[in-house]
């Protein structure tokens, strides 16, 4: 009990005591004074009355001069050294006859009691008076012949000195309390320790107990109820100290639970490495866990397919074959009970042990209690059920019944959303791949995949074939049918072209109607003859409309040769895609393989195009256009992208019709800057605040020097490096990923934005989201055009604007071409919308 509680006590009873006693001595003082003072007044009284009759005596007998002398001498020396004061005086009648004596100085008092005779008692604070009056009696007359009877012949004064009476009084008890001061001051010391070993006693307990508590699980035996004070009012407060603990425990939370909670929030923030290695990391979560509160098992349950289930079990440390029995029962109950998983044919289990030095027994699943929690997403449809295994009394803890059920949402949205991504990452690989309407390799895979076939022509020394195949009249089946039939068409036909060509070939949908097939060992007139083969049967080919008519088409056929007409995939493509177009020209339903003249005729026209680019090279006819990207929050076009176009006597030329060749050139690299200092010119020459995206050539990767020219551009026109945006794209993809890595990660580092161009349309797409650190994706156009038609398109891109929130990076839709498309891609929750819609490219900024 601390020291100045008890002086406190102490204190306090000594200056009660002290009070006590002053109070005491006061009043007994002040009481025996006042009993002295009239003990003092009767005395007086008595000697006055003892003096007055002793005059009335001697003056009966009748006294000369000599003997008054002698009485007042002898009354002097009797009283001499007492508290008394006797004065005799006489009256002015008497001093007529007999003449004037020795006597004190009259005061009014006494001159007023022999003018009037009255008896007078007077006492103060310091004196007592008895004054008397000498009365003329009848035998006095006998001397005092001048007077009458009744005349006041004289005064008896007795004075006496009561501040004698009361000093001795006073002393008298300071003697007296001085005596009895020490038992006063004994009586509180023991008192006081009276009072203070019971306090201390139960005080130094109540010490002894907080200090006893360091934890909650202590806190929680905390109780102030078997504390008693033996004082009332010091009990009440221990009974509230005891209700107010009561109150804590039902809320106070461990400092190592609150900072789990704390550190579970973190466990929500979902990166690449959590995604590949989930297993790895729910295994650490749970070893996480067991420092807070001990946990045996994390379990989840999840669809892996329509009538499939993946469940996976998390042990803490290894269980014994009983054990492991037990549980998995325990798994086989919770899967054919839940609802949503009654349509389940098979389950697989897969064990995790987040620690191998614990051995997990019968004995101890006696004592488990599980918990669970339901995860189930409509888009997409994934579910599933994850729980954990804890002791019971665990589970009977209020605050750890919310610690166990923050685990199990931070487990079920951790592993569902690991299983979301999955789930779009394969659909995003598959449709990368393929064309989302008919199922077969997309335009990009067809590049992959000719390029690959010319390294192996090459190689081993034989021929293969291209046919670009394209359906004649298909736009007026689509206009007067509409597009679902339209797209009912295109997957029949795409059928029906799997089937004519041979196991070996590789089909392909370029793009809209048009096709292209890739014919490996073969010669010219193989080539040919499969290319009548497939005319035919699309000549064959009807399907039902819904108007009950039937709907057929022809088919343009271009072909070109490796090596007889081209030894790039481009030259290959190119001759295959003019020869198409010849075959057209010609009346449709057709096939046209390329003659001497025809390659004479290509290579002239590419001559003529290198002509074009030197000269717009060489007088800066780069003339930037750009095309405005509106903003679906701010409603503003914030975002304009910088398109390449070459100025000939006034007529402006797309990028399409010579960018093969600027790259064939190796001057691309060249018109890439000259574009980009001319837009930063128009800029600055406008004031344009928004930003700017740049397409990449990826020939301007092997340029040692590009980004330091870029930067320099940068620095000299004054332009924000955050308002500048980069975008990739996967036309002839670069082979070297490891120099793309180093140029982009340069290009970040140096302060400025990326983004993935045609995002869906290749493989690279993937890579270079988990590779890079992309601020926007561009989804390819291909899946927006017919968004609204197309169930597939519509889950496609809404797969992707998934993809991209989880990983906090914006979305473009391209190809936005009237309002429908623009209201469902904003409702869908895409950033930027791209496209005639929103604008056509144009010289100046489109602000809004």
Known sequence: MPKTLKNFIFTTNVLLIAALFILVFVFTTYLHTGLAKEEAVKHADAISDQVFVSMYQVMKRGWNKEELNDFVSSLKENFDNTQYEINIYRSQKVKELFGEVNEKEKDELIKRVLNKGEDIHLSDSNTL????????????????????????????????????????????????????????????????????????????LLHQKVQNVNSLKDFRKFNAKDMQFSFQEIDEIMVHIDSLASKLKAIAVDKELLEFEVQLLDKLMITSDIVRDWREYISQLLIEINHVMPTYTLMTIFHIGDEQLEVDVFWHGIPKDETLKLFEHFIKESISQHEQFYDVVSYSVNHNYARQDIYIDAVMYDGFMHRTKTLFLETPKIGGIVGLSVQSDTVADPIRHIVIDSILTTLANLVGSVKAINRYTHELEYYAAHDPLTGLFNQRIFYDLLDYEIKRSEHHGYKFAILMIDCDNFKPINDKHGHVFGDLFLQEFAELLSHAKRAEDILCRYGGDEFVLILTEITNDEAMQISQNISTQVRDFKLLAPDDTYASVTVSIGLSIYPDHGATQKELFLIADEMMYKAKESGKDGIKSPSHDDILEFVKDQEIKREILVDAVSNNRIVPFFQPIHCTQSGKNEIHELLMRIEVDGKIIPAHEFIEVAESMSIINRMDLMIIENAFIKIKEENYQGTLFINLSPKSLIVANFTENITSLIMKYDIPRERVVFEITERETVKNFALLEKFVLGLKMAGYQFAIDDFGSGFSSFHYIKKFPIDYIKIDGEFIININKDPKDRAFVNSIVTLAKELGVKIVAEFVEDEEIAQTLRSMGVDYLQGYHIGRPQREFTLS
């Open 129 to 204: 008076r008895n004054i008397q009056p000498l009365i003329a009696k009848k035998e006095c007359l006998a001397c005092h012949v001048n007077a009458k009877q009744g005349d006041t012949l004289g005064a008896i004064e007795v004075r006496q000195n009561l501040l004698d009476v009361v000093e001795a009084t006073f002393l008298e008890y300071v003697y007296f309390f001085l005596i009895v001061i020490p038992l006063f001051i004994l009586a509180a010391f023991v008192a006081s320790r009276y009072t203070t070993k019971k306090i201390s006693s139960s005080i130094e």
